[in-house]
């Protein structure tokens, strides 16, 4: 992995707004999908960890510029990028992308709870492990 993983995404009408561009809270949505896709090529199974450890991950701030509009049936591609593993939070760097065209950056930080408690607890090691090596390979 380079440390970059990518999520195509088509826009369709349920994405958009009245003036056919994406409804701002819809990227959200992409990077969510994109975050969890990345998490999953990675072998980190979110429903097993939640079902079996009792651990979930939550976004805990987002930080979101928007710079151009995907529009109705525009071919995206939502990248997510670990910026950083903490010991309770992983932080995101994420685009959202036509073609070459950069029309959303973020930086989204999610936190892992507890599933009943919703209290802060460390990131599994196995997940730290496999983000801090990716990131040693990509040079970061």
Known sequence: MDGVFKWPQRVYYQHTDAGGMVFHANYLAFMENARTEMLQAADVDLGKLLRDDGVCFVVH????????????????????????????????????????????????????????????????????????????????
């Open 61 to 140: 701030s987002a930080n979101i510029r928007f710079i151009k509009p995907g529009l109705l049936n525009d071919m995206l591609t939502t990248t997510a990028r670990v910026e950083k593993v903490g010991r309770a939070r992983m932080v995101f760097d994420q685009q959202v992308r036509r073609g070459e065209e950069l029309l959303v950056e973020a930086t989204i930080t999610i936190a892992c709870v507890d599933a009943k408690t919703y209290k802060l607890i460390l990131v599994p090691a196995a997940i730290r492990e496999k983000f801090t090596d990716a990131r040693t390979q990509a040079g970061k």
